[in-house]
Structures are given as C-alpha cells and as structure tokens.
C-alpha cells in the first residue's frame, strides 16, 4: 500500500496557475566536503587530520552558511531550481536539506559521481512542487589529447514545469585553469564541444526544446570556449523579440557586464571575473514562450553579508570559507548567480 500511495502521488499533476515566476540560482560553492575519508579520492586536507583541519564544527557552520545564501537568494520564495558546484557527494546533500532550514523547502537533489580525482561534483536541487523530475545521465567529457585525463562530468536533469513541458537542465564545472590559462585552454574547448553536442541533440527529440545550461565555466563570456566553441551569444532585451523556432541559438545571460548588476562572480589577484554563468537557448528568451526569462532579474547575488573588505587588492572580496589555508568562515569564493522565467499558459509553434 505505501508503495501504491507513492507511486500515486509521483504522477500527480504540478499545481495549475496561470502566471508564476520561476526562480534559477547557480553557485559554485567552493570545497563543500564532509568530514569523513574516501580512500578513493585525494580528499586527505578536507578531514579533521588534514593540513584544512576540516573539523564537524566548521562543516557543519558551512552547512547552515550554505542555507542562509539559499534562503536569502530566494526573497520570498527560495529558488526552484539550484546548481551547485564543488559538491564532494550525496552526504553533503542530504544534510543541507534536511539538517537547515532548507528542510521546509521540499527540495530534492541529483548529483553526478564523476571521475574527478579529488571527488568533487555537480549537482542540482530542485523544488518538486515546481519540477517534477523524470530522467537524469551523467555526461563524461569527451577529450580530444589526453583520453585518460579525469574531470567533472555534466550533470543533465529533465522534468516538466507546471505548463506540462520539458525542461532540459544542464549543470557543468569546466576544467580548472590550473597549469596556466592558456596551457589549459583545450580541455574547455572539449568540454565546450560535449555541452553543445549533448544540447543540440535534444532538437532531434524534442519539439519545442527549452534548454537551461549554468555552472562554473572557468572562462568568461569572451573566452574562446564559450564565444566560438560553444557560441554562445551575448543576451540583449531586444532578443526577447525575435523568431522563437530558429532554435540552435544560445543566449548568455551574464555576457554583458551591464546586466549583472556587480563587476564578476569571481575575484582573483584583484580582478573580478565572470566565471560563473547561465546560457539558455532562444526559446527561453521569447516572450511569446510559456516559459521566458525576465529580463530585469538577471543579477549576480552579492549582499554585504556574502563580501568582505579585500585588504590585499583593495574594495571588497567574496567571504570565503578558506582564504588561502586560513580559515574564515564565510561562505564561497564565488557569489551566486540569479535569474528569474515567467511561466504561463503554455504555447504551441
């Protein structure tokens, strides 16, 4: 019987409404591991023995820090949908919504187990009264050089939004710069190049494809990965205006600095970056869509309570939890990202 019950109540139909807004966070949340060893990966200086002294207090202070950022991003209503990077596993999951105030929320989650040498992930939370989950794969990055070379996968979700279509998600957290920028550029190519395959294959499945991609990219807008591997284009309001079935376009929403309200997501040596984006693809930018950004609320989420003053670089900075091996406390060497879709009467081309 309490299977029959479940079973039930997981195809019962997303409450009806004729226009609600859909809130999107991406926050890259820097080093969110548990206390406990896996022998399988080098997580040694995130342990109470490790050269971090990563103890149960301060993982358990990061937990509710992270919950805070949720909470607060969310205004009224927290985010329906949240990627998340540098999550090491479904522990920390399980804890952040059910051991916080996240656990009123209903969130549920998927994570990827990737190959990544130190066992970090993606991984997305989402509110089940807003989407209903239905299938997820965990997308390998195909290499061209190094066929052995280990990295995070691309964590890919499908659900459906309360109008009763498809939501493609995409989460990512490219290969890092270590090495050097330019020395590690090629493996961003190749992560460019398995996101837009992956995204373009959903035309020959889907007819009327909405495609939501975000996550740390490790480049900026105007790097060669994003602007000519992937092709993502710079997103302007009057985009909003044209043809929504040219449907191999995609839009970067945290292209134009004049949109994002905050110089960068990210701050290194004094210079602010955008790192951390969202891209969707063209039907999610026209307004005659039942589900389409809205403009003005494309933001990147910086508080006071989530910078402090940069005494190295001058102005401020992220507050970070480690400050090189120092331990601060605060919450992520990233600010997260905002965006907000109208959703309504659904619409059909």
């Known amino acids: 019987m309490k299977f029959f019950i479940f079973f039930f109540l997981s195809l019962a139909p997303l409450p009806s409404v004729a226009q609600s807004t859909f809130r999107v966070m991406s926050y890259n949340v820097e080093n969110f591991f548990d206390t406990r060893d896996n022998p399988a990966k080098n997580d040694d200086e995130f342990l109470p023995s490790g050269n971090r002294h990563w103890t149960q207090g301060r993982y358990c202070h ?30 920390v999951l399980y804890h952040l919504i059910h051991r916080t105030p996240l656990h009123k929320q209903d969130y549920r989650y ?4 990737s190959p990544d040498p130190r066992g970090i992930n993606v991984a997305l939370l989402y509110q089940r009264g807003q989407f209903r989950y239905i299938q997820h794969e965990s997308i390998p990055i195909r290499f061209s050089g190094n066929k052995h070379k280990l990295t995070r996968d691309i964590l890919h979700v499908y659900g459906k939004i309360i109008t009763g279509d498809t939501l493609d998600i995409f989460v990512c957290h490219f290969p890092s710069r270590y090495g050097g920028e330019k020395e590690s550029e090629k493996d961003r190519f190749d992560a460019a190049r398995t996101l837009r395959e992956s995204c373009d294959s959903l035309y020959q499945t889907r007819e009327t494809a909405q495609i939501l991609i975000m996550g740390d990219f490790n480049d ?61 693809n063209r039907r999610l930018v ?30 401020v900075r992220p507050f970070r939890t480690y400050y090189g091996f120092k331990y601060e406390g605060g919450f992520s060497d990233h600010l997260p990202l905002i965006i907000d879709f109208q959703i309504g009467s659904s619409i059909k081309y």
């Not at 970056?273 to 969202?278: K, N």
């Not at 609320?297 to 005494?311: C, E, G, H, M, Q």
């Open 110 to 113: 998927i994570i990827t187990q």
């Open 286 to 315: 026209t307004q005659e869509s039942s589900m389409h950004i809205i403009p003005e609320s494309i933001r990147i989420f910086a508080p006071d309570f989530l910078l402090t003053k940069d005494k190295t670089w001058r102005g």
């Open 62 to 91: 990061k937990l509710q820090q992270i919950a805070k950022v949720i909470s607060a991003a969310g205004e009224w209503n927290t985010p329906a949908l949240i990627g998340l990077c540098e999550i090491e596993n479904d522990s």
């Open 220 to 280: 900026t807008p105007q790097d060669r990965s994003v602007s000519e591997i992937f092709a993502a284009q710079s997103f302007h309001k009057d985009t909003q205006a044209k043809d929504p079935v040219s449907h191999t376009d995609y839009y970067n929403l945290f292209a134009n600095p004049r949109t994002t309200q905050f110089p960068g997501s990210h701050k290194y040596q004094g210079e602010w970056s955008q790192l951390d984006q969202i891209i969707v």
